[in-house]
């Protein structure tokens, strides 16, 4: 498997920076998500809603509709709806980023597939975000001290060395 170029170390460093923000946002809209989608299809079935009759933020059941669907019965902004959009985009931004770093540090496929579950699984994003950062500011100190010491010398010995 090649390994990174050192030109890339700086681009690398930004890529992981923005792969650990995209992170964190992904899996807190993650949870906010998974938060509504209990609230709504669970027996509870309850929308939250910004502004309307119900106040600044208020509850509002969700009804059984004429087609078999779920259908909302309050008014203002839907922020349930907002949840489920807003995590929507973030993770394609999510995916974004988590291509960069995969594609920068050179990886296996099945390592940018584990990446991406990490916004559709729960908590995961948080758990990778802390172990991708890990492994690769460990893997950039590693490559940077081999290169500044002039004792690993990656070129063959002389032959009267030997």
Same mark, same amino acid.
């Given at each position: 498997?090649?390994?990174?170029?050192?030109?890339?170390?700086?681009?690398?460093?930004?890529? &992981?920076?923005?792969?650990?923000?995209?992170?964190?946002? #992904?899996?807190?809209?993650?949870?906010? &998500?998974?938060?509504?989608?209990?609230?709504?299809?669970?027996?509870?079935?309850?929308?939250?809603?910004?502004? !309307?009759?119900?106040?600044? &933020?208020?509850?509002?059941?969700?009804?059984?509709?004429?087609? !078999?669907?779920?259908?909302?019965? !309050?008014?203002?902004?839907?922020?349930?709806? !907002?949840?489920?959009?807003?995590?929507?985009?973030?993770?394609?931004?999510? &995916?974004?980023?988590?291509?960069?770093?995969?594609?920068?540090?050179?990886?296996?496929?099945?390592?940018?597939?584990?990446?991406?579950?990490?916004?559709?699984?729960?908590?995961?994003?948080?758990?990778?975000?802390?172990?991708?950062?890990?492994?690769?500011?460990?893997?950039?100190?590693?490559?940077?001290?081999?290169?500044?010491?002039? #004792?690993?010398?990656?070129?063959?010995?002389?032959?009267?060395?030997?």
């Amino acid at each position: 498997m090649p390994e990174p170029k050192a030109a890339s170390f700086p681009a690398i460093r930004g890529a &992981l920076k923005f792969y650990q923000i995209a992170s964190v946002i #992904t899996g807190v809209m993650l949870l906010l &998500l998974v938060t509504e989608m209990i609230l709504k299809y669970t027996p509870i079935h309850l929308e939250l809603f910004a502004g !309307g009759s119900g106040g600044f &933020l208020s509850f509002a059941p969700v009804v059984e509709g004429l087609h !078999g669907g779920l259908e909302s019965t !309050g008014d203002g902004l839907n922020l349930s709806m !907002g949840i489920l959009v807003a995590h929507g985009w973030f993770y394609v931004v999510y &995916l974004f980023a988590c291509f960069r770093v995969w594609s920068l540090m050179r990886w296996p496929f099945l390592r940018f597939i584990l990446l991406a579950l990490g916004g559709v699984v729960p908590f995961l994003s948080f758990f990778m975000e802390g172990r991708v950062a890990r492994e690769v500011k460990a893997y950039l100190a590693q490559r940077e001290a081999a290169a500044s010491d002039p #004792t690993s010398s990656t070129t063959p010995a002389p032959e009267g060395a030997r």
